[in-house]
């Protein structure tokens, strides 16, 4: 920074960045932009969470066996297994 001796003026030096000056009502302005774009992006979050939850279901209930098969002592009739799972 600079200052002339004679007339008192002052200013940056090459290179030099001035501070800049936040206000209240800017910070306000912005926290409020940010709460409503976090707002917006917390509901369209929602919605594609509880698409793909109805998307889920309806493929599950589409692939579930009409009657689910009992579990027989050689394992998992659904998996297939031929062990039973470990205690």
């Known amino acids: 920074m600079?200052?002339?001796w004679r007339s008192g003026e002052s200013g940056l030096a090459a290179g030099e960045k001035g501070g800049?000056?936040?206000?209240?009502a800017q910070i306000a302005t912005q926290n409020a932009a940010m709460e409503q774009l976090s707002r917006r992006m917390l509901d369209e979050q929602k919605?594609?969470?509880m698409d793909y939850a109805a998307q889920r279901s309806s493929m599950q209930e589409k692939?579930?066996?009409a009657a689910a098969a009992p579990a027989t002592?050689?394992?998992?009739?659904?998996?297939a297994?031929?062990?039973?799972?470990?205690p």
Not at 20 to 24: F, N, P, S
Not at 73 to 79: H, Q, S
């Open 2 to 4: 600079w200052t002339c």
């Open 47 to 49: 919605e594609k969470r």
């Open 73 to 79: 002592a050689e394992g998992c009739a659904t998996c």
């Open 20 to 24: 800049e000056v936040i206000t209240k």
């Open 81 to 86: 297994r031929r062990t039973p799972p470990p």
């Open 63 to 65: 692939s579930a066996p």
